[in-house]
């Protein structure tokens, strides 16, 4: 039997949560096939790093995996570990932070894949493979323009060098990363390309990674054997300049708690920041800054009301913002009733613009205090 939205907005949990976070499981599987289908030769992986970009990993991976992804990309070995509680043993876990001090028994116990970092961390891991007697996968990422992780020009050319010393690994995946693949036009990411190109020529490994979500969009010369989306799966928009091509996945409804009428020169909130300039409703919602919503938005925001937009009106609070709801008809707007803060006439992109941030920070910071509902 198929429940509801409506049914799972009934529940106890549900009437007294002061937000309901709705995660659209059916849109992020639609999200993983849109990916695939742009890159057709690529195995499409996942990246499900810091809780699949806080809608939570394991509902994630779980549907994800249910709709043909194979391979599975975190930050850090505890997410990996958990992944794999998830996943069960036949999908590939890799972990893009590489190696910490210590921690290779735990890859090897766990079947986690690391993406080795650095020349020291290349040889601890042989060290740790060749003392165990395992031939363990690795995949190499190489710094091609980011500045960040991944073997810098010298230890690249130390490594090619060297024709021992990765011919003693069981090499995966090459991997680098796009430092600019939302501007299409932008001359860096072809730069970017061509050292990836050489290096792989030199390097002869048996797959190679590039693209990240945008880089999906830049075209078949970027997608090599595996593509690595991101945010686009959880539907933020890949190709800014263009109508968004993914489905929405996160709807973030906060509860009205009161509903009240102001007037000149009465002010709204800490700091006294608005003031009304005239007979203004003012609806409270319970959301605040300690749920993730960004204090930033503070009398820039937007919240709908079925089809009617109701501004941000005041200070983001700890627990509470203010919405005007004037020109929103009474009988939508009584206590206990909804507000859209992300949903159909809102989404995430727009809801970071507003807030003078990006749709990573905006779905990250998604609060544990939100009643979360999963669908699909």
Request: proline share 6%.
């Amino acid at each position: 039997m198929t429940v509801t939205v409506p049914t799972l907005l009934n529940t106890p949990e549900a009437r007294r949560a002061g937000a309901i976070l709705t995660i659209d499981l059916e849109a992020l599987k639609s999200n993983w096939r849109t990916l695939a289908a742009q890159a057709p030769t690529a195995d499409c992986a996942a990246v499900v790093k810091a809780s699949a970009y806080g809608i939570d990993d394991g509902h994630a991976a779980r549907a994800l995996s249910d709709a043909g992804c194979k391979t599975f990309f975190v930050a850090s070995i505890d997410e990996g570990i958990r992944l794999r509680s998830v996943l069960g043993g036949d999908r590939a876990v890799h972990i893009l932070n590489g190696l910490m001090d210590g921690a290779e028994r735990d890859f090897s116990e766990h079947n986690l894949i690391p993406v080795l970092n650095s020349l020291d961390e290349i040889d601890a891991w042989y060290a740790f493979c060749t003392a165990a007697g395992k031939t363990l996968a690795c995949d190499v990422h190489i710094d091609t323009g980011m500045s960040r992780l991944g073997l810098p020009h010298d230890e690249l050319r130390r490594l090619v060098e060297d024709e021992n010393r990765l011919s003693h690994l069981n090499l995966d995946i090459l991997i680098s990363h796009l430092a600019i693949a939302e501007e299409p036009d932008e001359p860096m990411n072809m730069a970017q390309v061509a050292i990836f190109e050489l290096t792989r020529e030199l390097l002869n490994p048996p797959r190679a990674s590039l693209a990240n979500s945008s880089g999906i969009f830049l075209g078949a010369e970027f997608h090599y054997d595996v593509v690595r989306p991101g945010v686009a799966l959880y539907g933020v928009n890949p190709t800014p300049h263009e109508p968004n091509p993914m489905a929405q996945v996160v709807r973030l409804q906060g509860k009205i708690l009161q509903v009240r009428t102001i007037d000149t020169p009465q002010t709204v909130g800490y700091g006294a920041t608005y003031t009304a300039q005239g007979a203004t409703r003012v609806a409270t919602l319970s959301v605040g800054y300690a749920d993730g919503y960004h204090r930033s938005a503070s009398n820039r925001g937007m919240a709908y009301i079925g089809e009617h937009p109701a501004p941000l009106v005041g200070r983001v609070s700890m627990d509470l913002i203010t919405i005007d709801v004037s020109n929103v008809p009474e009988a939508l707007c009584r206590p206990g009733m909804l507000a859209d803060l992300i949903g159909p006439h809102n989404p995430v992109d727009d809801v970071a613009e507003r807030a003078g941030t990006i749709g990573y920070e905006v779905l990250t910071n998604l609060g544990a205090r939100y009643h979360r509902v999963y669908v699909g």
